[in-house]
């Protein structure tokens, strides 16, 4: 059941992104070509540009260019960039594998790096690793990610020389030194993404074992002489793992996009530099192929969130049962 409302959300959005283009002021041409490639070709090359709406359906009623969009989507052809003189697709291809190599290990660090001071700090709650941690994740969570990783280019890159000031990899470079050089490259905007989303999710481990540490049955555990590992690996950190689960489905997300900056800031060639080009650039079938992607992306790490919350707490699982 779950599948079907994302595949209907999916559906939704899909929807929105056709109905963007065709309600903005103006002809959709001018969105899909730009302006200048429209008025040089509207100028010099009228009959390109009736080729051109006939290509995308532009001359055809509006549901036969809904139901052409559609059976576009499904192919993966989400149009051409003038920017880049490419398929979007095949932009969107080589830039999101540059985001993933920064983003996975990301998440997955931030991760197990909230999961495991959030749990700490919970379980002695208002003791000296609560009264250490605590402030110190919420300050680098409050900062901007920009202004941390500007901070982290001038102190590391600029003034100590440790790191290179931008970019992925360096020129000339293969096999293990290409590998080794990409990581040296990363370290940077990668210490910004895991210190930043590793607080968050340290603020909600940290309340989620908090209060399971409350419920009867670890009192229960206490009385039947378990010792406190036991207690807290056995019945707190697993039932305070939800509220987790759901924050790195989100990051993910959220990361897609809200690297963004961080992508800038490090002269990283992702998405994020991708969606801001298209932007400034006003590529707007790259912008809507990018917000495709990342809806997918979004939805499709809701529903691993939901098989793994079934995995983990048994109490999912028999709820979805009886509804």
């Known amino acids: 059941m779950r599948l079907v409302w994302y595949l209907l959300a999916f559906f939704c ?26 008025q040089y070709l509207y100028v010099h090359e009228p009959e390109t540009l009736e080729e051109l709406k006939a290509r995308y359906g532009l001359d055809k009623p509006l549901p036969v260019q809904y139901g052409i969009y559609l059976a576009n989507c499904l ?11 490419q398929p979007v697709f095949k932009v969107i291809l080589f830039r999101i594998k540059w985001t993933l190599v920064l983003l996975l290990p990301a998440i997955i660090l931030a991760a197990i790096l909230g999961a495991y001071l959030g749990t700490l700090a919970g379980w002695r709650k208002g003791q000296k690793v609560d009264f250490i941690f605590t402030p110190v994740l919420l300050f ?32 000339g470079l293969s096999g293990p030194s290409r590998l ?10 990668l ?11 340290y603020i909600i481990m940290r309340n ?30 697993r039932n305070a793992l939800p509220p987790l689960v759901t924050v790195v489905a989100l990051d993910f997300g959220f990361l897609l996009a809200g690297a963004l900056l961080v992508e800038v800031v490090f002269s990283w060639q992702g998405m994020g530099t991708l969606i801001y ?11 809507q192929g990018c917000f495709l992607v990342l809806t997918f992306c979004v939805i499709l790490a809701n529903f691993l969130a939901d098989l793994v919350y079934a995995l983990i707490d048994p109490r999912v699982k028999e709820g979805e049962n009886r509804a």
């Open 13 to 38: 959005v899909i929807t929105l992104n056709f109905f963007l283009i065709r309600f903005m002021p103006g002809d959709p041409l001018v969105h899909l070509l730009g302006e200048e490639n429209y």
């Open 180 to 189: 080794v050089d990409i990581l040296w490259h990363m370290c940077l905007p």
């Open 75 to 85: 192919k993966g052809d989400f149009g051409w960039s003038y920017q880049y003189g």
């Open 277 to 287: 080009d298209a932007v400034v650039s006003r590529d707007y079938p790259m912008l």
């Open 191 to 201: 210490t910004v993404l895991v210190i930043h989303n590793g607080a968050y999710n």
């Open 140 to 171: 680098f969570y409050t900062v901007p990610t920009y202004c941390f990783g500007m901070l982290l280019l001038l102190i590391f890159a600029f003034y100590l020389d440790l790191f290179p000031l931008g970019g992925m990899v360096s020129g």
């Open 208 to 237: 989620s074992v908090a209060q399971v540490r409350k419920e009867e049955y670890v009192l229960t555990a206490f009385a039947k002489g378990l010792r406190d590992r036991q207690v807290l690996f056995r019945h707190i950190f």
